[in-house]
């Protein structure tokens, strides 16, 4: 019974070392909280915009070493005279635990319609914000 025990641990550790060798991490970092803004420090939560303003997604960012990386991708869901699904813009930065915020904004009037920006962790989407614009 004692030298199966043993296996089990010897074999869990070997896993364990074969993950981060391979370049695995192992990261407690979560968005806590995501939202939509009128306004750049996130004071403001919207879920709609005029067609002149800037849009501002909002992240609380938690449990995050300082080289982690958060990602936004705006795409324009259902907008006139737009192809469904077309992403706008992506932008990423690093950062560790604290207050993000990503902007996005455009020299004309936005088209009136629905939009969402994801939220991505790395590679994993861990938020997704739907807004609209009238």
Known sequence: ????????WVGLLALVLGV????????????ADAWMSADEAGE?????????????????LKNAPDDTAIK?????VEVADTEPGLVLEESELT?????????LSYDSLWPTGS????????EELVKT???TVQ
């Open 72 to 76: 936004a991708v705006w795409t324009a």
């Open 1 to 8: 019974m004692k030298a199966r025990t043993v296996s089990v």
């Open 20 to 31: 981060l060798a391979c370049g695995g991490s192992v990261s407690t970092a979560n968005v």
């Open 129 to 131: 914000l739907e807004f």
């Open 115 to 122: 939009y969402r920006v994801d939220i991505y962790l790395g």
């Open 44 to 60: 403001s939560r919207v879920t709609s915009y005029a067609q002149d303003a800037v849009f501002y997604a909002q992240a609380d």
């Open 95 to 103: 950062a560790g635990s604290g207050h993000v915020h990503f902007t």
